[in-house]
């Protein structure tokens, strides 16, 4: 009699999942050095790029940190002529990169106007925006935190 019950129990926790999952939608992420694009796929529907808040399919891969508040994308990119100390951008080049890797020493070379530094206590790459370290992970984290 216990056995059954369990067996029925089993069942409809599996059959109650089955149908959580089915009802559910995917959501795709294209994370590039500089956009990113956002993709939904549902059940019976076919594939759709996720436009932002300027109805645009493509997304600016910055973050503007200004008085305490966090601009992103097509916002942060329009303010970033006047405070670029405080707009990283190109974060997905650092991702799991040491500062001394030859792609994120052409970041910084080139044309970025925050240089990447060595943090000890985080070992690994860090970026300070007004005396806030930030590691390209948190960062990313912050874009995606947004997408979604």
Do not use: C
């Not at 008085?67 to 992103?72: I, L, P, V």
């Not at 790459?125 to 912050?142: K, Q």
């Amino acid at each position: 009699m216990k056995i059954t019950n369990g067996i029925s129990l089993f069942l409809a926790s599996a059959a109650a999942t089955v149908a959580f999952v089915e009802a559910k939608a995917i959501l795709g992420v294209d994370l590039g050095s500089l956009y990113m694009k956002v993709a939904l796929v549902q059940r019976n529907a076919p594939l759709e790029i996720v436009t932002n808040l300027h109805s645009k399919r493509k997304t600016e891969n910055m973050i503007l940190f200004d008085s305490g508040t966090r601009f992103y994308g097509a916002d942060a990119s329009s303010l970033l002529a006047r405070k670029p100390l405080k707009t990283p951008s190109g974060m997905s080049v650092m991702l799991g990169r040491h500062d001394a890797h030859p792609n994120v020493q052409i970041l910084a070379e080139r044309h970025y106007p925050l240089t990447p530094a060595y943090n000890e206590t985080r070992f690994g790459t860090s970026l300070s925006v007004d005396g806030t370290e930030f590691t390209p992970e948190e960062l990313v984290a912050m874009v995606l935190t947004h997408a979604k």
